[in-house]
């Protein structure tokens, strides 16, 4: 089982990213995938998930309305679409899967975990 994060860099405030994980060795279809960030000296807090079996979603209320978390089975790739970023938004940014359908957003209730990617949002 391997996720693959990728698609962070630089970006100047009102700019927008998007974010890759790609997934091997297991089926998204029966996976919950989230995405979570973590900055410098802070704990690591959940942004976004999506149940990929049903298409559910969940977004922190921080996020709302900026990011979108999407999917494409075929590619076994999921996305995080950030838009208006704020330097707040900064951090390593790790996709993470946890098995069923259920939408969880505790770090703790994920399986499995990708390298992270740097996301710093500053001018």
């Known amino acids: 089982v391997q996720l693959v994060e990728s698609g962070g860099g630089l970006v100047q405030p009102g700019g927008s990213l998007r974010l890759s994980c790609e997934v091997s060795g297991f089926t998204l279809d029966y996976y919950v995938i989230g995405w979570f960030r973590q900055a410098p000296g802070k704990e690591r807090e959940g942004v976004s998930c999506i149940s990929v079996g049903d298409g559910s979603t969940y977004y922190a209320d921080s996020v709302k309305g900026r990011f979108t978390i999407s999917r494409d089975n075929a590619l076994n790739t999921v996305y995080l679409q950030m838009k208006s970023l704020k330097p707040e938004d900064t951090g390593v940014y790790y996709c993470?899967?946890?098995?069923?359908?259920?939408?969880?957003?505790?770090?703790?209730?994920?399986?499995?975990w990708g390298q992270g990617t740097l996301v710093t949002v500053s001018s």
């Open positions: 993470a899967a946890a098995v069923g359908f259920d939408i969880v957003t505790s770090p703790n209730e994920y399986d499995y």
